[in-house]
């Protein structure tokens, strides 16, 4: 194994990790909700709720801060090895996979797991598991 030197950024990823920290503390301090993008989202795409206008801020903002990075000059910009058609189908496994799971990862291992929640750990588990077998699999299997 070698670590890629350029990418290897744990500076910023401490930062990021502490900004998503301090942005989950602060909106189940002063709104009692959870940080779970999937369900923020699914709030906004069913009946109306009340509540919606920060839904839509929480993901304006969440969509709004990389974009406005990049603008800026982001100089580590991820290079994504995919096409449209598998980013498509990856992300609609995703969805189909965070309704099974009653969340996704930023629900259950940012917000479920700080909490003590059994059901996130077994979540989390096998979101890394999974993760593990994919790579695996298109990387070994299908000589990706």
């Known amino acids: 194994m070698s670590i890629d030197i350029a990418s ?3 500076g910023l990823s401490l930062t990021g990790g502490l900004l998503i920290g ?10 009692g909700r959870i940080a779970g993008i999937s369900g923020i989202l699914g709030g906004l795409l069913g009946t109306p709720q009340k509540g919606a206008g920060w839904r ?5 903002g969440l969509i709004g801060a990389p974009l406005l990075v990049g603008w800026l000059g982001d ?3 991820p290079h994504i090895q995919a096409g449209w058609m598998e980013i498509l189908v990856a992300g609609f496994l995703v969805g189909i ?10 629900g ?4 479920g797991i700080s909490r003590g929640s059994p059901r996130s750990f077994v979540a989390i588990a096998t979101f ?8 695996f699999i ?5 000589g990706g």
Do not use: E
């Open 97 to 106: 996979g965070t309704r099974y799971a009653s969340g996704c990862t930023s």
């Open 75 to 77: 100089p580590i910009a």
């Open 22 to 31: 301090a942005a989950v503390a602060v909106l189940v301090l002063f709104n």
């Open 138 to 142: 298109t990387r070994h299997l299908l």
């Open 56 to 60: 839509i801020a929480f993901l304006v």
């Open 108 to 111: 259950h291992g940012v917000c």
């Open 128 to 135: 890394i598991v999974s993760g593990f077998v994919t790579v």
């Open 8 to 10: 290897f950024t744990p």
